[in-house]
C-alpha cells in the first residue's frame, strides 16, 4: 500500500535525527531541515508514531549513551562530548532524569 503523506514524513524524521541526534536535540532543528513548523511536526509524528519528536530524539540519545556506557572504555566526560553535551553534568541530569540512575550507577549494573 502506498505510504502516506505524514508516513514519509515521519520516515525522514527517523532518518535526519538517527544521522544527526549526537550533534542536535532540538525538534526545531529537525523540523527546519524538513521545512515544516515544529508543532507541525510533533503533531505529524506523535500521530503516526504515539511519541512526539521530542522523545524520539531523546529516547536515541539515551540508546547511545546506554551502548557508549556498557560497551566501551571511554571516561563518562567522554561520552559526554561525543553526545555533544555542554558538560558532564548536563549529560548525567539528563540521563538520570531518562533514566532513574546516574550513567555511573548504570555502568556498574
Do not use: C
Not at 535525527?17 to 506523535?46: C, D, I, N, Q, W
Not at 558538560?87 to 533514566?99: A, L, P, V
Amino acid at each position: 500500500t502506498p505510504k502516506s503523506r505524514k508516513e514519509d514524513l515521519f520516515e525522514h524524521f527517523i532518518r535526519y535525527v538517527s544521522e544527526g541526534y549526537k550533534e542536535e536535540r532540538s525538534v526545531a532543528y529537525y523540523a527546519g531541515k524538513m521545512f515544516l513548523t515544529p508543532k507541525h511536526l510533533s503533531t505529524v509524528v506523535k500521530e503516526v508514531s504515539g511519541k512526539t519528536a521530542g522523545e524520539w530524539i531523546d529516547s536515541l540519545v539515551i540508546l547511545e549513551a546506554k551502548a557508549l556506557l556498557k560497551s566501551s572504555e571511554q571516561s563518562i566526560q567522554e561520552i559526554a562530548d561525543e553526545l555533544h553535551f555542554a558538560n558532564q553534568s548536563f549529560f548525567g541530569k539528563y540521563f538520570k532524569h531518562h533514566t532513574g540512575m546516574s550513567p555511573k550507577e548504570y555502568r556498574k549494573q
